[in-house]
T-cell receptor
Framework: KQEVTQIPAALSVPEGENLVLNCSFT??????LQWFRQDPGKGLTSLLLIQSSQREQTSGRLNASLDKSSGRSTLYIAASQPGDSATYLC???????????FGQGTILTVHP | DAGVTQSPTHLIKTRGQQVTLRCSPISGHKSVSWYQQVLGQGPQFIFQ???????GRGNFPDRFSARQFPNYSSELNVNALLLGDSALYLCASSLEAGNTEAFFGQGTRLTVV
């Protein structure tokens, strides 16, 4: 059974800092890994999808890496802004169909 | 293009009642999945439908059921509501059944009193 863990559970940083969010998974037989952002009480916004054949994926100030062999992914946010405050979730699909297994999320607060 | 749309956005029901939640996927997407998210946790998988057939079911009681229509929209039904069913219900749309990017709607907040 796939299990996904995110560390830290919460993070508070001053504006402008670079930060790293961590995601680990127990079953390395994954096809991809997806990072999402969730604002309070809202749905999920897809940030990045990394295929298993890739090691990195970038979008603006966001960079996600994937190491299948060690069962880890990181989301790097450069020059954080108060608008980045949200919960960040990582998820991996099951091998046979599209069920996503999510981590518990990291609650990020960026203060001015 | 419109994203994934869910209705209603908020709902209050009484214990024992039944509820139907609706989801319209992104145009061209054939797969719809449903998730339940309780406060402070990650979303939990309930169902996946692809081409109107159930492709996967999570660890939820039989009070939960779903279906997908020929236009790929979907409904999630929950019978005999319990207080513990209070949650944010999320619908995800994707092109195919697996290993493609998932896009989520804004969710339906269900409160059972």
């Amino acid at each position: 059974k796939q299990e996904v863990t995110q560390i830290p559970a919460a993070l508070s940083v001053p504006e402008g800092e670079n930060l790293v969010l961590n995601c680990s998974f127990t079953d390395s037989a994954i096809y991809n890994l997806q990072w999402f952002r969730q604002d309070p009480g809202k749905g999920l916004t897809s940030l990045l999808l990394i295929q298993s054949s890739q090691r990195e994926q970038t979008s603006g100030r966001l960079n996600a890496s994937l190491d299948k062999s060690s069962g880890r992914s990181t989301l790097y946010i450069a020059a954080s802004q108060p608008g980045d405050s949200a919960t960040y979730l990582c998820a991996v699909p099951s091998p046979s169909y599209g069920k996503l297994t999510f981590g518990q999320g990291t609650i990020l607060t960026v203060h001015p | 293009d419109a994203g994934v749309t869910q209705s209603p956005t908020h709902l209050i029901k009484t214990r024992g009642q039944q509820v139907t939640l609706r989801c319209s996927p992104i145009s061209g997407h054939k797969s719809v999945s449903w998730y339940q998210q309780v406060l402070g946790q990650g979303p939990q998988f309930i169902f996946q439908y692809y081409e109107k057939e159930e492709r996967g079911r999570g660890n939820f009681p039989d009070r939960f059921s779903a279906r997908q229509f020929p236009n790929y929209s979907s409904e999630l039904n929950v019978n005999a509501l319990l207080l513990g069913d209070s949650a944010l219900y999320l619908c995800a749309s994707s092109l195919e059944a697996g290993n493609t990017e998932a896009f989520f709607g804004q969710g339906t907040r269900l409160t059972v009193v």
